[in-house]
């Protein structure tokens, strides 16, 4: 496993440690991915996902060309990728997942003698 982020079209380290993390996936979705990384690897390539000649694909370019258009046709307000992050996290709290697992999830790190009001 790599540990990469890209931005903007540009493989790089994550930003700070907590931003590797574990998640859990559903089978049907690792069978998913798994078909996808076998799509990759028989055309060479190492990145899970990428643009049709095989470089990183830019976000900006994906939510300009797909997500906005979309949203569009599905009478949804505009919003960016980091909207999604916001729903989720909104739909842990809304699932009482515990604020200490959900700030794991989304890898926030943890600011001792910080209190939540509730």
Request: hydrophobic share 45%; proline share 5%; no cysteine.
């Amino acid at each position: 496993m790599l540990d990469q982020s890209v931005w903007r079209g540009v493989a790089q380290e994550p930003k700070t440690p907590n931003a590797k993390r574990k998640i859990a996936l559903s089978p049907w979705l690792t069978d998913m991915l798994q078909e996808q990384i076998g799509r990759q690897r028989a055309k060479n390539r190492e990145l899970v996902f990428t643009t049709s000649n095989g470089t990183p694909l830019d976000m900006n370019m994906l939510q300009k060309r797909k997500l906005v258009p979309l949203l569009a046709r599905l009478g949804i307000r505009r919003a960016g990728l980091h909207a999604f992050r916001h729903f989720n996290v909104s739909m842990q709290e809304a699932l009482r997942i515990p604020l200490m697992t959900i700030s794991e999830r989304v890898g926030h790190a943890v600011v001792k003698g910080f209190t939540l009001a509730v």
